[in-house]
Structures are given as C-alpha cells and as structure tokens.
C-alpha cells in the first residue's frame, strides 16, 4: 500500500481533510452566486411583470415598487433570510452581472469569495462606467487570490486611480449615509455601531483615549482600557442627570422572580432577557416603568396597570410589550413602531380588540391590503398565516421572548 494514501497515518488524514475543505469551500462559494443570481432574476421579473406579485386592480404607478417588495418579501420567508439580506444579494448579482463579468465568471466557478464578490460590488458602485472594463481586468485576478481584508485594500486602491471625480465631492456623496444602529447581543450586552467622516471618528477616538488613560492613572482604577472607553462613552451620550432626556421604560417581570421564588430573568422592550438586579435598577431610576405580570409556567400575562389600557394608545403600547416586534416572519421591526392591524378585517365584522390585533410594520401592513399577499388567523389557531404570492405558507412569527 501506498504509505501516503494509509488512513492510518495522520498525515493523509491531514491531506484528506485539507482537500475536502478546499472542495466545500469553492462549492459553497458557487452556490452562493447560484442564490444570488436567482434572487436577481426573480426581481427583474417582478420589474417587469407585477402582476405576478399584485393584483390588477392595485397596478398603478407605484406597482413596480410594490412587486418588488412583495418579491423581495416572498424570498425572505422562503430562503429565512433578512428582507435586506434578500436585497444585498441580489444587488451584488446585478452589479457584478453588469460592470464586472469576469469576477463574476470566476465567483459563479467558485474560484472567487463570497466576501471578495461582496466587497468589488461595493467599490465598483462608486465608479463611473468608463472605469468599469479596467477595474474589472485588474481586479480578478486579486479576488481569487487575496483574503478579503487584503483585497478590499486593494480594490479601494485601485478604485482611487480610477475614479475621475474628486475625493472631495465623493466624501459630500458618502456623508449621506452617516447613521448610528445597534444590535441586541446576548447577557444583557448590546453593540453601538456609528458610521461616521473619518476625521470625526478619529477626533472622537483621540478624545476617548486621553480621557481613558486619565483615568487609567488613577491608583484605585481597575478597570481596563478598553472598559473605560466604554463607560466614558456611555457617560457622554446619556449626559448628566439633568439633561438626561426622560424615557418610559417596559418590564416584563415573571410573577415568581417578583416574589422572589425563582430567579428567570425579566425582559426588557426593546432589548430581551436582563438579569433581576438590572431590572431593580432601572424600575429605581426610570421615570415611568410598565409593570407586566406573567404566568411563571406558561409566560401569560396575567395582569398589567389598568390606567395603561383604557385608551388606543395604551393598546399599543401594551401590544409593544407583548410581541415585541412585528409579527411578519422574520420582521424584526419593533412593534412599538408597527401599526395595530385587524386579523379579521372591520369590514367583516372584525372589532378592535386585543384578540383581533397584531402589530405589523407599516411595510408589510401594506403588503397585505396592495399585494397578493395573504393573512388569515383560522380559528383557534395562535398565530396567523401568512401566504406569499408564489403561494408559500408559513406561520407568523411568535413573540421573541
């Protein structure tokens, strides 16, 4: 037997498991562009056919649009995907399709990333269409051989060359989407994310640091650099107590944690699962907390404020606590920003009550009533189904916590 095909040695176990990673590895990147094309493809469809996706008495001047919506919507459900995400692949299909061919020749082979597609469609929208043979020629070659990291430093580079308008006026254009977001992490943490002017960021970091390491000096510090940065940053945006903007706060508070006999943790609106202490906190700090008891076996509410449900507005505010977000699957849109919409309609007899609501975000509320899109709660059922234009169905979304 030949010694460097023995399975009993580890190297050829090394050598087996190394091919197999490079083969999944390429399949997997081929597949991705098998998505993203088909993504592109079905939204080019309801471009040009929105009948597909609307019906015939809503195909007005807005029936593109809202084909595109319900397609994007349909992909969403089907392949559980984010409707952005949806979005993001089938625009790096359409770019890639269009300004660069040979890049996308070699990702549609698996000889390219997903990443390094990814990253190209990015730089390459911000070049005019002279640039577009050249940067594509350039550039291939990089994308099967380079990390990601590498290759955007690369494809940045050389879209600087080749770009024919001034960095002056492409930073104004880029300005535009400055914003600030954040996401919800696990053990009561969360991310901020800010995109911002270099300069500022830099200024704002310069800042931090020497406030940081002011503090660092002190002799009964402990916390680390990095904490500090965090706490001082934290401190800046909440301001002082006086200035501090006033905020109403939701806890939902598990009947037994309250009287002590268990330890499940509350949940906070608009963030998930804290921990008991915290949420003792803030029911001492904030300036309004909504009480919510639940069943601690089952998690039914079993009582809220009663002042808190004697208006619409109290409604929804109480439908924020309960679902959390918007019940459209895979929605994350929080509720308390979603409209009230009736499961049964009100021109069949529906009434606006709290077993006859659900909070829908205004865009997939609108996907109801224009589309082809379907909702319908049969009785007895929990939650309502939804049914795609395609003619997909899939139960809504439960309350997340």
Known sequence: MDTLLDPRLAETRVFFGMAEAEVAQRAQWRSSALVFAAIDDVLREAVAHPEVFVDEQMLRGDAVELSTRAAV???????NLAESTVRSHGHIASTLRHRMPALWASFAEGEVSTQNAREAASVVLTLPDSSWPAFDSQLVDAARKLAPARFRAKAVALG????????????VVASQRRGVWHEVDSDGMAWLNAYLPAEKVALAMTALDAAAFEAFREPDETRTMSQLRADILADVLMGDEASRPTVALALTIPAGSMLGHSTEPAILEGVGPIDLDTARALAVLAPSVTRLLTDPF??????????QYRSSAAMKRWFSIRHATCDHPGCGRRAVNCDLDHITARVEGGKTTAQ??????????????????KVEQPPGAPRAIYTTPTGYRREADPPPF
């Open 73 to 79: 919507a349909d992909l969403a459900v089907r392949l």
């Open 160 to 171: 600087e060359r080749l770009h024919a308008t001034p960095p002056e006026e492409r930073h």
């Open 298 to 307: 089952t998690g039914a509410v079993l009582q809220m404020d009663p002042n």
């Open 356 to 373: 006859n609501l659900a909070p829908r975000c205004r865009l997939h509320h609108t996907l109801k009533h224009q589309t082809k899109w």
